[in-house]
């Protein structure tokens, strides 16, 4: 399949899945949905970004910038929201040093420093944010606080920045495409299934293979692997996402967090970014221009 026909068939599920969803919704608004209203709204949501960001990339004046701007604010404000749900509050100076952060992760993106796009936020927001709320009294527990707030930033801004980091690669965007396509896909049919004990069993093992599946008929036209990783590809990416959304989700559940929240736009693709960037990389693709 062409690019342009891959397209038009994902719009057309998508608006078919919406336009179904609503008619069911309207004939019997007691049922439970098989997917939930915000799920769809955060589809709709990544398709207007990813639109709105491809139409002003397209400039090269801007380059990935607008890209990398829609990304960013995606990790501000996941962090936010993480943030806001903290048991004992973070001091003002954390949470300046978090936002900056945020900044900064998406800058060595936008410059192509890879060594320090992996290293700044696992290592140096590390050491230096047990530091940053030391003026504050002692309360709570300093390890679980500092624990939190690293695995804050590495969920919300490191890992999520894995994506961003896919545009500036060659094909970025078609890599891009390939990667938010799989994850999601991947989620719709964990989230089918998990409407009965034995489709929550099953779900892991047939969203992985719903991911191959498309994985396979995508990755021709908008990736340049091969056949044997486009399906270890999909293998990945399908595990991956169900790891990523189960272990969120219970987090998200346990601090409160609202359910259309920004977590909900990145739950999955915060575990499969990663993992697939780094994947990409391992098997000597083309990583950085030039």
């Not at 990813?50 to 801007?62: D, N, Q, W, Y």
């Not at 989620?187 to 293979?209: H, K």
């Amino acid at each position: 399949m062409s690019k342009t026909q891959i397209l038009v068939a994902v719009g057309l599920l998508l608006i078919g899945a919406t336009t179904l969803s609503l008619s069911l919704k309207q004939r019997d608004p007691e049922r439970t949905p098989l997917v939930p209203p915000q799920r769809f709204r955060a589809w709709w949501l990544i398709v207007a970004g990813l639109a709105l960001t491809h139409v002003l990339g397209a400039s090269t004046r801007f380059g990935t910038l607008p890209q990398l701007i829609g990304f960013g604010v995606l990790s501000l404000l996941a962090t936010r929201q993480f943030l806001s749900h903290l048991q004992n509050p973070p001091t003002r100076h954390t949470k300046l040093a978090c936002y900056l952060a945020v900044f900064l992760q998406y800058y060595w993106v936008y410059i192509h420093w890879y060594g320090f796009f992996v290293v700044f936020i696992p290592v140096f927001m590390f050491l230096y944010l047990p530091i940053s709320g030391s003026l504050r009294e002692k309360s709570g527990s300093p390890l679980l606080e500092t624990a939190a707030m690293h695995w804050i930033l590495m969920t919300a801004v490191f890992c999520l920045s894995h994506a961003g980091f896919l545009l500036i690669l060659p094909g970025g965007k078609g890599l891009l495409f390939f990667l938010v396509l799989i994850t999601e896909v991947a989620d719709a049919v964990r989230m089918l299934l998990a409407q009965n004990r034995f489709g929550r069993q099953i779900s892991p093992l047939l969203s992985s293979l719903a991911a191959i599946t498309v994985a396979w008929i995508v990755a021709p036209a908008f990736t340049p692997l091969n056949p044997e990783h486009t399906i270890l590809a999909g293998l990945v990416l399908g595990v991956a996402g169900s790891i990523g959304h189960a272990n969120i989700s219970r987090i998200s559940d346990e601090m409160g967090l609202e359910h259309s929240g920004p977590m909900e736009r990145m739950e999955s693709l915060a575990y499969t970014a990663p993992i697939f960037l780094h994947g990409y990389r391992y098997f000597d693709y083309p990583f950085l221009p030039g």
